[in-house]
Nanobody
């Protein structure tokens, strides 16, 4: 059974940084394309960063380019999201997701596994 567990969220001031972790169990992280989504209150869940199954390609939403970095540690079976220069608009619940596809899908519906989410709050 595949399980994803996120950690690392919290309250941070604008301009600060956080690193989110997504620990995968039940299967190797290299079996999946992985993505981080976020969902703010009243908004739909949107992808902010993704990494291909190969680990060689990464993808970012325009709103986070240059500030967020997704990475994968196969030995730790973990995916990370390093966030810097945080702004209040980054406040949301962040979810890790895994897809069996090689290239990360844009649609959340194509992800087979999800974590429980971790809250990120950026104060101004």
């Amino acid at each position: 059974q595949v399980q994803l567990v996120e950690s690392g969220g919290g309250l941070v001031q604008a301009g600060g940084s956080l690193r989110l972790s997504c620990a995968l169990s039940g299967r190797s992280v290299s079996s999946f394309a992985m993505a981080w989504f976020r969902q703010a209150p009243g908004e739909e869940r949107k992808s902010v960063a993704a990494i291909a199954k190969s680990g060689y390609s990464t993808y970012y939403a325009d709103s986070v380019k240059g500030r967020f970095t997704i990475s994968r540690d196969n030995a730790q079976n973990t995916v990370y999201l390093h966030m810097i220069s945080l702004i209040p608009e980054d406040t949301a619940v962040y979810y890790c997701a895994a897809s069996w596809t090689g290239i990360p899908p844009r649609s959340s519906a194509q992800y087979a596994y999800w974590g429980q989410g971790t809250q990120v709050t950026v104060s101004s």
